[in-house]
């Protein structure tokens, strides 16, 4: 019995005579929330088909809990919602998610669950007048039928407004508080960066990070950004601490997390010459540009 919802071990997929995948590890607990970050190309969706046992691997395994993908047990455990998800039109919400109960031999209350996902309005109205972001949230409710080891979430907030999005990032929150490790294929970087436990990144099918946020900054040891407002003399605040200048009342300096320290303390110095100071780490849209190798030449 192993303590993993999910564990990828060494797995290499090719598509013709090119290799998408390349000697891939990864493993998710459960209640887990992972990012999977990688441009288009990268390998993300192939490496999400393999887990759900819809294409074979060249070489390695994969497991959800100690089942192999594609087995009952597998797809009895794993969720996923596409980034595209289709329903038959004809249908309307509560049928069809009823439907889906049934399938998998679920007794769920249907009402609620689609109140959880914001459609109670339209739980009778047929999927053919729904809009995308309206389709999205019933797959959503589909991911949240039964308990499942693994939910892989591919693009999940696509077609989604703001408060949507929030909305689906809360019920990620309760599905890996009910022990579900959530594998979650996104570009929006910003959201995951508040929303997950750790950032995994492909480059071109290969696993190039795979850490927490704050490990894999540590370890890039990109610069820190200091902006310092001054109380009248910006020309005399940039004389003194170098960097530049920023819309005229302000001065942006760069500096190495190991070097915060003095540099705040040099500030500190200024007295009163100095009206505010903002300090912005590094973001994982920065991260994710050193991890893939995209940076600006």
Sequence with gaps: MTDKALTIRHVCKDR???????????TLAPGERVALLGHNGAGKSTLIKSILGLIPVESGTIRVGDAVPGSASARRDTAYLP?????HPALTGREQLTLFARLSGERA?????LDRVGLSDALDRRIGTYSKGMRQRLGLAQV???????????????GLDP?????????????AGQGTAVLIASHALTEVEARTDRIAILRKGVKVADDTLANLSELAGLPIK???????????????LGGSR??????????SPADKMEALRRI???????????????????????YAREALQ
């Excluded at 980034?83 to 329903?87: I, L, P, T």
């Excluded at 500190?268 to 912005?280: C, P, R, S, Y």
């Design 16 to 26: 013709g005579k090119t290799r998408v995948l390349s000697d891939i590890d990864l």
């Design 83 to 87: 980034e595209a998800v289709s329903f």
């Design 109 to 113: 209350d249907v009402p609620a669950l």
């Design 144 to 158: 949240l039928l039964g308990r499942p080891k693994v939910a892989l979430l591919d693009e999940p907030t696509s």
């Design 163 to 175: 408060i949507s999005r929030q909305d689906l990032y809360a019920i990620i929150d309760e599905l």
């Design 226 to 240: 200091l902006r310092v407002r001054a109380s009248e003399n910006a020309d005399a605040l940039a004389a003194e």
């Design 246 to 255: 920023v819309n005229g009342a302000s001065v942006e300096l760069l500096c």
């Design 268 to 290: 500190a110095a200024m007295g009163e010459a100095v009206a505010d100071v903002e300090m912005a780490p590094p973001k994982l849209e920065d991260l994710y540009r050193h």
